[in-house]
């Protein structure tokens, strides 16, 4: 499975992106779903650098794309602080627009853009956030 | 990041193109709070060559639109498929009014 490293700043969210998007297209994936990925990985990558390392830190983003029969799995290490996004409420959705908070939405988008998200998190390796997106006629058949 | 602006005699449009994230979502607020700064709380955005979304781009949108109300309001135009989609999902598409063409939210103002 190739594996890409990209340094930690918001400037490369866009080289991510590209990246991502190549093995995206590759698992056979709509358009549709292919923007829930850019989402997913963009929201992750996002917290990582912001809320993760702080901003332009020097580490490492490492993305895996796996092309799998039936989507595509994408896996993003990092060796910031543990973060549980599990530990992370939702947001309140559907209030009014003075009520709504900017808070927890990247996690919440994640988890809607993508069929599996899982994390895992450890002092040997770092934080691993795998995240899967199914093809949709495969769901369909479910 | 180019972003271009129009004033128009009752509302201001402004434009940009290809992505919106984290890493130049400050601009497009900082455009946008440059028209407010001006007295106009009126504002279309063409979104018809925006191809990207992340939430960081929704959220300058929200402040904007939370400081244009209720004298004014922001308005988003020729929204892409995708950034569409995921802002309906969140329930954020119900707080701005969308139209396919610049011409008519120009003209709804």
């Known amino acids: 499975m190739p594996t890409k490293r990209f340094t930690c700043s918001l400037k490369n969210l866009e080289k991510i992106s590209d990246y991502v998007t190549d093995y995206a297209k590759q698992a056979g994936l709509n358009e549709t779903q292919v923007y829930a990925v850019q989402l997913a990985v963009d929201e992750a990558s996002t917290n990582i650098i912001e809320h993760g390392y702080g901003q332009e830190c020097p580490s490492r983003i490492d993305i895996t794309c796996d092309v799998q029969e039936d989507g595509l799995k994408v896996v993003i290490y990092d060796d910031a602080e543990p973060f549980n996004p599990e530990t992370v409420s939702e947001p309140e959705i559907n209030v009014p627009l003075d009520e709504i908070k900017p808070r927890g939405l990247g996690i919440f988008l994640m988890r809607q853009m993508m069929d599996e998200v899982n994390y895992q998190s450890s002092s040997d390796t770092g934080n691993t956030l795998t995240m899967v997106k199914h093809r949709e006629n495969r769901k369909a058949n479910k | ?109």
Request: net charge neutral; glycine share 8%.
């Open chain 2, 1 to 109: 990041m180019e972003i271009q602006t129009t004033e128009f005699k009752h509302c201001t449009v402004i434009k940009t193109s290809g992505r919106i994230d984290g890493s130049n979502a400050p601009q497009l607020s900082q455009a946008l709070k440059a028209i407010i700064a001006k007295g106009v709380k009126n504002i279309v955005f063409d979104m018809s060559d925006v191809v990207f979304m992340a939430s960081a781009g929704w959220w300058v949108l929200i402040d904007t639109q939370k400081t244009c109300k209720p004298s004014g309001e922001l308005v988003l135009t020729n929204i892409e498929k995708g950034i569409k989609d995921s802002l309906n999902l969140v329930g954020m598409g119900s707080y701005f009014k969308t139209f396919d063409d610049v011409t008519y939210a120009v003209g709804n103002f």
